[in-house]
């Protein structure tokens, strides 16, 4: 692993602004969903969860709002040995302390929202953007493969991470592979058989076309000329 100061500037200051014991999958063990269905399923106990922490704690609406847009996120299985969170005790040392009483949750405030997914609020069904585009994402995981510090960045759509677990579940998904399945193609594609036959007969009627021509005059005489 390289050291931090052999990193660019680039990574630095986003290191710096998203500490990787907060944000990164290494240490906070999340992954986000590879299906539509899985994200909605995700999303759908997530926000459950968040309504039921809410109701037993009872914080003011502006702090539940901000709650309820936390992105959705699936937690790794518990036995893999990245799978263990961070603690409260660490997490709070991290954030900086909110306006907020002394009643609120410590585990509410333990996941920040992940800069690299939009995030939903359950209140207005509304969806915010994420705080960096793809095209960023794939800039700064280039730059982490090179440093070999990928895992410390975020999970997102662009990390080889997702795209693995995504091509082990979905496969290639290669257009017309499958059994009975063809893709239309250019016309010349589609005419490559025919074409070939007709190159074959052609070639083997040469003789005989020569021996014709030659007949003939070498031309003279001749009123249909060969395509």
Known sequence: MAELN????RLKNFFARYPPQLYSAKFTGITIPLTRREAKEAAVARAAELQNQVSAF???SRLVASILAQP????????SSQSELPTAETTEEAVPPTPTP??????????PPNPFLPRKNFITGRWAGPKIGLRRQADLVNLAKEFGIEELLPPGRKSSAFKEERLLQRGLRIRGTGEGQK?????WERRMGA???KRKKAMESMPELI????QKGHGRGWKKYPK
């Open 102 to 111: 002394t009643s609120t949750p410590s585990t509410l405030q333990k996941y």
């Open 72 to 79: 959705i996120s699936v937690s790794a299985p518990a036995s």
């Open 58 to 60: 009872s914080p003011p």
């Open 211 to 214: 021996r014709e021509w030659k």
């Open 183 to 187: 893709v239309k193609g250019h016309k």
């Open 195 to 197: 074409t070939l036959e």
């Open 6 to 9: 052999a990193l660019p500037l």
